[in-house]
């Protein structure tokens, strides 16, 4: 599986972006996506994430109510919908595939990787 995110950019606190992550490959509907981020001279953390049968979300304390993750299996894409942006949430957006069933939220369980996409909030 390849992920290719895009959708980022600069953006006002308060505002919003929509960021959105097309993987290749048939058999997408069976995996797990998440989407991590790495601010500079931080770890990568877990920001969301959705099951394959998009049942059950699961979101970072410090997104919650704010992010909304969602898929779209026809169309192989996972998109993070950010509202209500704080200067803390600058950062490199990752979206992530895992196989297995579970929404999990260390970066080791996660199987493929995007290759990011820069977000920045002015204040």
């Known amino acids: 599986v390849q992920l290719q995110a895009s959708g980022g950019g600069l953006v006002q606190a308060g505002g919003s972006l929509r960021l959105s992550c097309i993987a290749s490959g048939r058999t997408f509907s069976s995996y797990t996506m998440a989407w991590f981020r790495q601010a500079p001279g931080k770890e990568r953390e877990f920001v969301a994430g959705i099951s394959w049968n998009i049942i059950r979300t699961y979101y970072a304390d410090s997104v919650k109510g704010r992010f909304t993750i969602s898929r779209d299996n026809p169309k192989n894409t996972v998109y993070l919908q950010m509202n209500s942006l704080k200067p803390e949430d600058t950062a490199v957006y990752y979206c992530?595939?895992?196989?297995?069933?579970?929404?999990?939220?260390?970066?080791?369980?996660?199987?493929?990787w995007g290759q990011g996409t820069q977000v920045t909030v002015s204040s």
């Open positions: 992530a595939a895992d196989s297995s069933r579970g929404i999990g939220v260390h970066l080791h369980e996660y199987d493929y």
